[in-house]
C-alpha cells in the first residue's frame, strides 16, 4: 500500500500467502498548523492520496478504518490526548467530505504520546502522525 511520496510504514509486511487475516496500520505523515488540528496543504494532499486509495478495489472492502492520532511527547499528557483525537478527528472530516467514505465506516482515536513511533526520541517529529488502521 503505497500513498504518493507520504512518509508511511507498514508493519507486519509479511508475504501475502502466509499473512493471516486482520487489521492493516499504516502511519502517514499528516501535516498540521503547529499546536492545532488545522491541516495544512500538504497534510490535505496526503489525505488525497489516502482517500483515492481508500476507494481503490483493493481497499474499499474495509469493514471499518482506525484514524488514530498520535503527538510527541512535548506537552501535558491529557493536552496531547486531546490535540491528538483533534487531529484524527479533522482527518476524519475531510476523508468523509472530499472523498465520500462514509462516517459510518471511519472512526478517529487520540492517543496522545502513549505510543511513540521512536521512544527513543520522545520530542521528535515522527512521533507526530495519524495511523490507518484497515479492519477487514
Not at 61 to 87: F, M, Q
Not at 91 to 97: E, F, P
Amino acid at each position: 500500500l503505497a500513498i504518493g511520496n507520504a512518509a508511511a510504514t507498514q508493519e507486519a509486511a509479511a508475504p501475502a500467502k502466509a499473512a493471516p487475516a486482520g487489521p492493516r496500520a499504516l502511519d502517514l505523515e499528516i501535516q498540521f498548523d503547529y499546536n492545532s488540528h488545522k491541516l495544512t496543504q500538504d497534510g490535505a494532499e496526503v489525505l488525497d492520496q489516502l482517500g483515492a486509495a481508500l476507494q481503490s478495489e483493493e481497499l474499499r472492502s474495509a469493514k471499518r478504518i482506525v484514524l488514530e492520532g498520535h503527538t510527541d511527547a512535548k506537552g501535558s499528557v491529557t493536552y496531547n490526548r486531546l490535540l491528538s483525537l483533534r487531529r484524527a478527528q479533522s482527518v476524519k472530516q475531510y476523508l468523509a467530505s472530499n472523498h465520500r467514505i462514509p462516517n459510518s465506516k471511519l472512526k478517529s482515536v487520540g492517543k496522545g504520546s502513549t505510543e511513540l513511533a521512536d521512544p527513543s526520541n520522545p520530542e521528535d517529529g515522527i512521533n507526530r502522525r495519524v495511523r490507518v488502521i484497515l479492519e477487514d
